[in-house]
């Protein structure tokens, strides 16, 4: 795959339909693999990879980068075409400015997951018949790659690509039956001493590095609220649990209605936060509440979060009917 | 003064420690990663290779208040809320944590001495562990640091069977005094024997040191190339995806700057210390702005802090350690290694 | 955790609108009607005025519980602000149960201008459901107490 891609890149360089490419540039291990642009063939020729650890998804970088003089090629996964889509929905992104190729995508592994089961000094990976043969200085270990896949893939929602303008590989279905919601249900179910215990768990390791708010496709403000001294709630550090839950939930409803789900927030936390588990609450809900929605499925949707009825709509006191002493 | 213990009497030993004072060590937590946590009975020492966050926190923690202010009527009070800070112990320290202290100590200990920092520096004994498994992002080589030799107050490894301990400062042979005196059969004085074992125990880590990728990546000296590596076309580049986040500044043991805020409840000001990264685009705000506009500038600063001005003006010590967590926890891995080798190839 | 019931009386914010429910508390005042002085008013021009971080922060400044009332659905001066309200709350109270905060200390209510009875009741009614509640320890901000 990597090859074709590489190939399709050279030619659209070459002919001259792009003036750059936006892919992923090989590090020193197999997967410390940096977003980048690529403007030279040569450079794109030695130095682009794409594997399982390509997991970054590129749309947000579209917004500086379709801003630019020239045309932008840009390999997207299908998880990725719909934060691309908000975007343009956002008019964030210009359309015209940017070619999108989408790409096929079977799922991406985590190496925190690799870590996690004790795998350390990876020196290479290789992937065969859906296992990973890992070598390491100590060693040669092998895993199912389904089982070290990053928790967004392993509860994959769409592997369809919502937005293309060429395809590499086959376009897939929306998974119909993905249980992305079973962990917000589980909580749902607990009490709510018990959700607090478990939030004030994850939540007390957050460091404030805003890697989830930096990466996120959603949050594109130019500055952000959190970083405004004018705004009263400027914290550069949570200096207690209030500012941290505050953060936390300010930034998932900041993209409530506009986050697709794409799981950068979690992939990103150093802390492994799973904070996917916040933004799939708001989308659980108003897909209860106000009828189905996926956000960046086409462009110029209206967010449920903007929207209204007058007649149908849940009262507030709703919420009081889940038990929760 | 060499001491050993068999590994089955590890929490023996953490126990006795824990008895004489306040005991941190590297535990797993419930998302798999090792952190630094109070002993309790039971508590088992992380196999992981290194904490999540650095050591630094004990002494720099990411939030210290300072002073609180009152108001009655004209009067301002000015309030130190010090706690009296008491004896603790880090337990299971790496060698690039250990350097770091070094790192830190040359800003917080020069004058004017930041006594918050002094303070919980002179109460700590610091105990060091020797990596038995280094990982592919570990390059604590590069800056001369032995990990098989890890330093501190004690220094410790661990084999198979046997624990052991040397301890290499006053502190560190009064704690181990200390801990004799309590049980005078926890500790054995190792012979030349065990001297040997713990020999080839040093040189089988060497051995796996030799092995690591990031193991031949050279220091350089680039004191002399300030303005020529700080007007470098190459930041651009590598900055160029940089997210602006705070990740790698927050995960590194030597990252020391921070911002001092007041938090104002109406009644009185609490005066507070946090972490800082140049990553963000407030880092240095001042009245007429910041003096870094761009990202490309700020990931600049950061790098050339690490690598030019801080060896600039404390002999040629580096700012790194080589712990490798930046490596591990950048969102894009844009990272200090990939900067040295790309200032590295603008030299040739 | 719990302080002496008799002593302990709980902050409560209200943030009203300007032309239903501010109307509405006025119109208590010129009855005569009394409500628990343990309720702060906040004016608002419109109940959709109040963003999600107006709330959090009315519980960081130590309130136990926070109220939001508009005109009804259909009343509304600006036409569709209380419809914005209405999911907008929804969204937010839901999030700060699932985060194991009480439902109970958020509460969306519709008052007119000319229900002030109707406002006596639902603060007395609200009032009473916190006081039961207690002290807010979930959503609290430690540095915020003054004692």
Redesign the interface.
């Known amino acids: 795959m990597q090859n074709e891609l590489k190939w399709r890149g050279l030619e659209l360089l070459k002919d001259g339909a792009v003036d750059r490419i936006l892919g992923w540039r090989a ?3 197999v ?7 690529f403007t030279d063939p040569e450079d794109l020729e030695k130095n682009f990879i794409y594997n399982e650890f390509c997991g ?1 998804n590129l749309s947000k ?1 579209l917004i500086a980068e379709s801003a630019k003089e020239g045309k932008v090629a840009v390999f997207l996964k299908p998880c990725d075409t719909y934060s691309f889509n908000q975007l343009c929905t956002e008019h964030r992104i210009h359309r015209e400015n940017v070619y999108v190729i989408g790409i096929e995508c079977y799922g991406k592994v985590s190496v ?1 997951a690799l ?2 089961r ?1 795998i ?4 290479g990976i290789r992937s065969e018949m859906g296992s990973l043969k890992i070598d ?3 060693g040669e270990e092998s895993v199912p790659a389904m089982e070290v896949y990053a928790e967004r893939c392993r509860n994959c929602k769409s592997k369809k690509h919502v937005v293309f303008d060429e395809l590499i590989g086959a376009d897939g279905e929306v998974v119909d039956d993905c249980d992305r919601f079973d962990m917000v249900e589980k ?2 179910q607990m009490s ?10 994850e939540l007390s ?1 957050c ?5 989830c ?3 996120c496709p959603a949050c594109s403000c130019e500055k952000c ?1 959190f ?1 405004n ?1 004018k705004s ?3 914290n ?8 941290e ?2 953060f936390h ?2 930034r ?2 900041h993209v ?1 209605g506009r986050c697709t789900d794409c799981g950068e927030c979690s ?2 936390c ?4 799973p904070l996917h588990l ?1 933004n799939r ?2 989308i659980k ?2 897909n209860e ?2 009828g189905d929605f996926v956000a960046g499925e086409s462009v110029g949707q209206m967010s ?7 007649d149908r ?8 009917k ?1 038990g ?2 | 003064m060499m001491y050993q213990i068999p590994m089955e009497s590890l929490d023996r030993l953490l126990a006795a420690i824990a008895a004489q004072q306040k005991l941190y060590l590297p535990t797993d ?5 090792a952190v630094y946590t109070e002993w309790t009975q039971g508590a088992a020492l992380s ?1 992981k ?1 290194n904490t ?2 650095s050591a630094k926190d004990f002494f720099f923690p ?2 210290q208040n300072m002073a609180k202010f009152r108001r009655e009527g004209k009067k301002i009070e000015v309030i130190d809320d010090r706690a009296e800070a008491d004896d603790f112990c880090i337990f299971g320290v790496r060698a690039c944590d250990v350097r770091s202290f070094d790192v830190l100590d040359n800003v917080f200990l020069a004058d004017p001495v930041d006594t918050w920092y002094e303070t919980r520096r002179k109460h700590a004994t610091v105990i060091s562990l020797a990596c038995t ?5 570990c390059f604590c080589h590069t800056f001369g640091i032995d990990a098989a030799k890890a330093g501190g107050d004690i220094q410790c490894w661990e084999t198979k069977d046997t624990f052991y301990l040397e301890p290499l400062t006053e502190k560190g042979q009064a704690l181990a005094d200390a801990l004799i005196a309590a049980d005078g059969e926890l500790l054995t004085q190792c012979g030349a024997d065990q001297e040997a074992l713990v020999e080839k125990e040093t040189e089988r880590i060497h051995k ?1 040191l030799e ?4 193991y031949d990546l050279k220091a350089e000296d680039n004191r002399e190339r300030e303005l020529e590596l700080f007007r470098s076309k190459k930041w651009k580049e590598l900055s ?2 940089c ?5 790698c ?3 590194c043991p030597t990252c020391q700057c921070f ?1 001092i ?1 007041d ?1 104002n409840n109406g009644e009185t000001v609490q005066r ?1 210390r ?4 140049c990553m ?3 880092f240095t705000l001042m009245a007429a702005g910041t003096p870094r506009l761009t990202q490309t500038e700020r990931f600049r600063q950061r790098f050339m802090h690490k690598l030019v001005y801080y060896p600039k003006a404390h002999d040629g010590l580096f700012s790194c350690v080589g712990c490798g967590r930046c ?1 591990r ?1 950048c ?5 200090i ?2 900067v040295m080798e790309t200032l590295k190839e603008e030299k040739e | 955790m719990q302080m002496n019931d008799k002593e302990w009386k709980p902050k409560i914010i209200a943030f009203c609108c300007n032309w239903c429910s501010y109307s509405g508390a006025d119109l208590a005042g010129t009855n005569r009607l009394s409500y628990p002085a343990e309720v702060k008013i906040i004016r608002v021009p419109c109940s959709c005025r109040v963003n ?2 107006f709330i ?2 009315a ?2 400044q130590g309130a136990d519980g926070v109220i939001l009332c508009g005109c009804h ?2 009343d509304c001066h600006y036409s ?1 602000g209380n ?2 309200t ?19 200390r ?3 209510e519709w008052v007119s201008a000319a229900e002030g009875a109707r406002f006596v009741s639902v603060m007395d009614s609200f009032v009473a459901d916190i006081t039961k509640l207690g002290p807010n320890r ?6 915020c107490k003054t004692n």
């Open positions: 590090g020193q291990f997967y410390d693999i940096t977003p980048d642009v970054a970088y925190d870590r996690q004790g350390d000094g990876i020196t390491t200085i100590y909580l749902e709510a001493q018990e959700r607090f215990e478990f939030w004030r768990g390791r460091i404030r590095c805003n890697a708010r930096n990466v609220v970083d001294p009263g709630v400027l550069k550090a949570a200096a207690d649990n209030f500012e839950n505050m939930i300010i998932a409803y409530a992939r990103v150093p802390e492994h936060i916040l609450k708001f809900d108003y509440l106000y449920p979060v903007a929207d209204f009825t007058t709509d849940a009262e507030p006191s709703v919420v009081q889940g929760d002493q | 937590n419930t998302a798999g990663e196999k290779l999540l966050r990411q939030i498994r280094p990982g592919e992002t796996i092995k690591l990728p990031l160029s995806h997210l602006g986040c705070g990740a500044t927050f995960v911002d805020e938090f507070y946090c972490w800082d990264s963000y685009h407030d490596l926890k969102p894009i891995h844009m990272n290694v990939k | 999600p971080m959090l922060r519980f960081q659905p259909g569709t419809y914005h209405r999911r907008r709350m929804t969204l937010l109270f839901s999030m700060l149960n699932y985060l194991g905060v009480e439902s109970a958020t509460r969306v979930r959503l609290e901000d430690l540095r």
